[in-house]
Structures are given as structure tokens and as C-alpha cells.
């Protein structure tokens, strides 16, 4: 039976997520927790809860007989380096609430970590499954402790919690929202709706992403795998494409004028601390994971989806 639990159902990865569950699982069976940002629009179940407000996550996990937990809530990079003491609570904190009552309720669990666990001193190119992890944001640091208490929670109480190393997600329908990789979703919001983008990294800036198709199918595809095939208990590298924003601009550019600036802002110096490529060949030996968004495919899915939502078709 799956009664499943998305927490920050209405962030980034969420706002896909929560249908892609409801379409598998039925709409009955999925439990969306917001906070202040629920869509008027939703379609399904929602319960409003804080997540630091264990006792009211307790209640909901027992009213739906909740056996499954997407644990997404989090501040990213850029947004967590304003308030980095917000940021450890509510990651890590959130984290540790989900963790006990995994262990109290036998649940099963998603959640995400980052390639902002990598630091500047990691290799940059071809990132190893195992590395080093230094991260310099606190949203690194979160993602590295969570990593280290997830395996330590599957180990120590046999909790059945998968996670992957999310690249950065480029999607269409939310709007960028306090992450590094943001400008590669912000070049298409601001493309189509102005016709010029001034990016806040510079035109070299290589990272690794991932088109959200394939980040919402890779994820249900982790929970679902025989959990004798994982060997990975703090979570794996994942990955798609990587290419330069400069390339991005341009892959844009043949569907669409865009005129692209580049104004390096603090942004930089977390996006050069970053990856380049990532090694996921253990996730795809484990799990058969497999992209299918190429570039060119993601920026035309982009751009079609983002013209429909601005009535621009
Ligand atoms: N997309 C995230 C960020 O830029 C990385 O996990 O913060």
C-alpha cells in the first residue's frame, strides 16, 4: 500500500513531483504538506504544517496511514547563505524530525541531497560517488551532515531512506527560487518575457543539470528499486548534462533572440566551488539510471511549456 507524504510539495521539485505520485499512486494516496504557498488551483489532499512541527507531521502520517515520505523542504545555496542559521534548522532539523518518525512509523524515505555537498576541494571533473565533501555553503554543509545521518539512520535502525545528489533541476513551473543553478531556469523566464537575461555567473560556468522529467522519474525509480541492488546509503551521484552558460544562451538563441549579459555576482563563487561533470555510474549500474533530456530536447521542452504558461503560443 502506498499513502505517500511530500513535504515542500510546493517548491521546485515538489510542484512536479506531487502529480507524477498522483497520476502512479491515485490522488487519495498522496498528502501534500505547504506552508504560506499553496496554489489555489491544487488538486488533492493538502495539510499545512511547519517542518519543525513534529507533533502535527506525526498526527498527519497517522490520520492518512502514511508509509512512504518525500522529505524535500529545504533552502538552497544561495538563499541559505542570507540566513544560515534558518537554513540548518530548517534542513537538518526537518531532517531529523522525518528520521524519528521514519523509525517510529516504518516508513520509507526520500531525500534529497546536492552537488552542493562538493566543495572546492573536490575533484571538479567526473566527481567520484566517493570524494571529498567541503562544502563552503551552509546549504552544502546541511546536505554533506544529512548525507552522514540518513546512512547513519539505515545502518543504526534499518530505515529504508534513498537519495540522490540532485544536479541542477531546470524546470517551468515555478519560478526560480534561491538556488546557484537558477540561472539556467531564469534565462528562459526572462528570455521570453523581456528578451534579455543578465546572468550572475560568468559565460564559462560549467555545471551539471538535469531536466526535470527525468529528476522526477530517476526519483521514483530510486524508491522503487530492489533495495538488495543499492549499496549506497548516503546518496548517489546523479547526473544528466553539463554545459556552459554560454551554451545554454546559444542552444536558446537558435529558437528564440535572447540577449544575454553576464554580471558575476556572489553566485559565482559558490558555482566555481561546484562540479563540472559528475560520475553517476554507480547509480546507473545499481538502479539503471538513464537521462533522457539531451540539451537541445530540454531547451526546446522548455521553451514550448513556457510559452503555454505565458500565453505566448
Ligand atoms: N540547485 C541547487 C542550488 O543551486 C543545488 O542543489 O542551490
Redesign the pocket.
Known sequence: MNNILVTGAFG?IGSELVPALQKKFGVDHVVAIGHHTIPKDFQGIVEQAEIGEGDKLEAIIKKYSIDTVYHLVSL?????EVDPSLTWQINMGGLKIILDLAVKYNLQVFW?S???AFGPTTPRVNTPQQTVLEPT?M?GVT?VAGELLVAYYHKKFGVDIRSVR????ISWKTPPG?????YAVAIFYDGLQKGSYECFVRPDTTLPMMYMDDAVRGTMELMEADPSKLTIHTSYNLAAISFTAEELAKEINKQLKVDVTYKPDFHQA?ADS?PQSIDDSVARKDWGWNHEYTLPKMTETMIIALKKKFSLA
Open positions: 521546485q538552497l545555496s544561495a538563499k541559505g534529497p546536492s552537488i552542493a555553503t546549504y546536505k540532485y544536479p541542477g533541476i534561491g538556488g546557484t543553478t537558477d559558490i561546484w
